[in-house]
């Protein structure tokens, strides 16, 4: 393969919402892959977008495949789809659904897909919207699209589980990625896609 593109696509947390410059773990992908494969010549886009649900990245996903025709997408969509209120809530069947059609658009246009189960949240007054047993119903749901699609899977809700204290890895908010939190969730991903460029170099 000539030219690798990559495409990260997601919510805020893709993006890197509050994020310290540099620190969101799409540049410190980015830093790293320049590192590892230097005569190789792959791009990177963060395609992550504030406050979306998986129903906005299905609106968009069209016109994302047109434009950037990444050979690799890395999928996190689920922390505003289980979130109460009007603009952002995404019920499960709903979910369910636009995963499916993601993933059809994704094979569609020849790309390999990665998907990744969102953190869990710190539950409290400030930050009611979220519920760790709410959100582990859309974590399944991921869980089992990759176990259908044959699709790798990246369980950040079990990664940040299993290093606690989850306030560490969590800004104020107790949603949003803090900067310690963002070199696990890096790791994490890249314990798994290295392998996965690797591969596809050879091709």
Known sequence: ????????FGDSITYGYCADYGKDYV???????KEDF??????IRNRGVNGES???GLARLECELATYSPDLVIMLFGSNDSAYGPWYHVGYEEFSRNYDLIISGVKAAGAQLILITPPPVI????????ENSVLEGYCEIIREKAEKNSLKLIDMNKAFK????LAALLQWDGVH???????LFFETVYETVRPVIENMLKK
């Open 54 to 56: 998986s129903r906005n």
């Open 27 to 33: 540049s410190l992908f980015k830093a790293k892959v």
């Open 162 to 165: 299993e290093h606690p204290p």
């Open 177 to 183: 990625i803090s900067t310690e939190g963002y070199r």
């Open 1 to 8: 393969m000539d030219e690798l593109m990559i495409m990260c």
């Open 123 to 130: 539950e409290d007054e400030e930050m009611p919207f979220i």
């Open 38 to 43: 230097p005569e190789d010549r792959i791009t």
